[in-house]
């Protein structure tokens, strides 16, 4: 799924993505075989429940402004000071991708 159906938009770092829509995807498979029902019209909503959708739709809209504001000669010494300070105060995200569950 990853490539295909959408990845990072900001950086382009894709392989984190597409190893989490493979958890994602087999959750589905499975929930599918256990209702007998194969439509999948579920797997929309499911995407933007997970951590992935919030992880793909926080990146979108990063890049969406990023892309917007390119331009100007302050943004990108302002993009660089407010990630830092984001870094800095931001506890380490969660893995995208746990081998466990
Ligand atoms: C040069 C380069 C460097 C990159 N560096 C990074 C990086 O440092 N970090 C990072 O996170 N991401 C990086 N990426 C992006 C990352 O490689 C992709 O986002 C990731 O591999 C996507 O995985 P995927 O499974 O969606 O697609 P893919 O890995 O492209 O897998 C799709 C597979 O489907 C097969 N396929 C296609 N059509 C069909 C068909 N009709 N029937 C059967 N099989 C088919 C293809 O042959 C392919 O094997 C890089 C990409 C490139 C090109």
């Known amino acids: 799924m990853g490539d295909a159906a959408g990845v990072d938009s900001l950086f382009g770092e894709g392989i984190g993505p597409a190893l989490a829509y493979g958890q994602l995807a087999a959750k589905a498979i499975c929930q599918a075989f256990q209702r007998k029902e194969f439509s999948f019209v579920n797997f929309r909503s499911m995407l933007e429940k997970s951590y992935l959708g919030r992880y793909l739709m926080i990146r979108w809209f ?31 995200p969660d893995r995208l991708f746990s081998p466990q569950s």
């Open 62 to 92: 990063t890049a969406e402004i990023s892309y917007r504001m390119a331009g100007r000669a302050w943004f990108p010494p302002f993009i660089w000071w407010l990630g830092k300070l984001l870094a800095a105060l931001s506890p380490p």
